[in-house]
């Protein structure tokens, strides 16, 4: 089983904008909805967004909706987090997974996913 890899973070100033990709290969990624979820030190990991497998249902964490959206490119095996608005809050470790459950939103508990990247960072500074 391949890791989905993470890119795209980096430090921005409050206001600005990021945009993270996960790249991840084959039936690892098409098959099945994705997700992001962060971790700040000394803090549980915390559930961002979620999308199924066709971009049909997303789902988001109200910390970011409005600001945040989830997309994917299923030819590609990317999933992206366009970032908007960054908060000095949205400051963290940035992780993809993969449901554990098939297509379909599981849950927002990372007990549900699986295949976990090794994160990119996310700074936001005032």
């Known amino acids: 089983q391949v890791q989905p890899v993470e890119s795209g973070g980096g430090l921005v100033q409050a206001g600005g904008s990021l945009r993270l990709s996960c790249s991840a290969s084959g039936r690892t990624f098409t098959d099945y909805a994705m997700a992001w979820f962060r971790r700040t030190p000394g803090k549980d990991r915390e559930f961002v967004a979620a999308?199924?497998?066709?971009?049909?249902?997303?789902s988001y964490a109200e910390s970011v909706k409005g600001r945040f959206i989830i997309a994917r490119h299923n030819s590609k095996n990317t999933l992206y987090l366009q970032m908007s608005n960054l908060k000095p809050e949205d400051t963290a470790v940035y992780y993809c997974?993969?449901?554990?459950?098939?297509?379909?939103?599981?849950?927002?508990?990372?007990?549900?996913?699986?295949?976990w990247g090794q994160g990119t960072q996310v700074t936001v500074s005032w």
């Open positions: 997974a993969r449901s554990r459950h098939g297509s379909m939103i599981p849950s927002r508990r990372g007990s549900d996913f699986d295949s």
């Open positions: 999308i199924d497998q066709n971009s049909r249902t997303t």
